[in-house]
């Protein structure tokens, strides 16, 4: 399972009522964060979440509503006794960036591995990123829970494979010179989630989330009578949002990133479901958890 918890949908400046956005992902008990602007820390002790089970953040770009929170963040973790490594990635800028965040931050007792890959894992996770498209180098990030074929007992009885070695080939290890591609059936379907923001409408985005569970995006303009906005400042209307999960055939999409024009977002939301019906509004502390079908 992949719980989630939508810890902000605000853009630009937080607000009274709206964190700025950013996203938890817990699996098996261990977290990554989404972007981690001012006030992140708060939203995250607000929603019943903590701290020290953080392994990684995925920063999506660098503006500072989605990473001014990250110097506190890494020095909460300090002072939480914090030993294992964290993981912090990025687009294009990460080691500068992080050079300097660094240097505030000084003597952590854990170390901070740089992740510029388009493909790692971690807490169990595959986690793939790819391109988006705003004013500066932006990034979106899909994670990926697998799933195993079932075990086959009739298989392992065949080949004699003693009973007390099926679990740990069940468990993906290889024992002497049995492996578990010998005794498991074809891979089955997991849990994908990908969010992607800020951004215009992008075809990475729907090569990204092709069949998703849940795709997570920019919504930063209500309507297109504000096109003209989300051209010039990088970011989506609520239709387009709803043609891209339509276009990549996802089973559920959330908006986040209001813009702080919008006071109320289901004002607008009825457009954005005629194109695609099962596009809904994030809410800061909306929670989700997802299964293997």
């Known amino acids: 399972m992949i719980d989630i918890v939508i810890l902000g949908t605000g853009a630009m400046t937080p607000l009274p009522n709206r964190h700025l956005s950013s996203m938890i992902l817990r699996h098996n008990g261990r977290q990554i964060l989404v972007d981690c602007g001012e006030g992140t820390q708060v939203a ?3 929603y019943g ?11 999506t770009h660098f503006h500072g509503d989605h990473f001014f929170g990250l110097p506190g963040l890494l020095h909460s973790l300090e002072q939480a006794g914090r030993t ?5 990635a990025g687009p294009e800028g990460l080691e500068e960036m992080m050079e300097r965040i660094l240097a505030m931050t000084r003597d952590l ?10 493909h790692f894992e971690s807490n169990g996770l595959v986690i793939e990123t790819f391109p988006l498209t705003h004013r500066i180098a932006s990034q979106g990030y899909k994670f990926t829970l697998t799933r195993p074929g079932k075990f086959l007992p009739e298989k392992a009885t065949d080949l004699g494979i003693p009973l007390e070695l099926w679990s740990r080939l069940q ?5 002497g010179e049995f492996s578990p591609e010998m005794v498991m059936g074809p891979q089955r379907e ?7 923001t800020d951004t215009r409408p992008s075809e990475t985005i729907v090569r990204a989330s092709e069949g998703a569970d849940l795709l997570i995006m920019d919504g930063t303009y209500p309507d297109n ?3 003209e906005h989300a051209v010039k400042y990088g970011h989506m209307t609520f239709p387009e949002a709803a043609n891209l999960a339509k276009e990549a055939r996802v089973k559920e999409a959330w908006l986040t990133h209001f813009s702080h024009s919008i006071e109320d977002p ?3 939301l009825e457009a954005a479901r005629k194109i695609f019906e099962n596009i809904h509004l994030s809410y800061d502390g909306k929670m989700k958890t997802l299964g293997f079908a």
């Open 49 to 59: 979440y903590g701290i020290k089970s953080i392994d990684g953040i995925a920063i």
């Open 266 to 268: 289901d004002e607008s």
């Open 109 to 118: 007792h854990f170390q901070v591995k740089l992740r510029r890959e388009d």
């Open 44 to 46: 995250i002790r607000e």
């Open 84 to 88: 294992e490594p964290v993981w912090v």
């Open 225 to 227: 009578n504000k096109a």
């Open 190 to 196: 997991g849990i994908t989630v990908v969010y992607a």
């Open 171 to 175: 468990a993906g290890e290889t024992v």
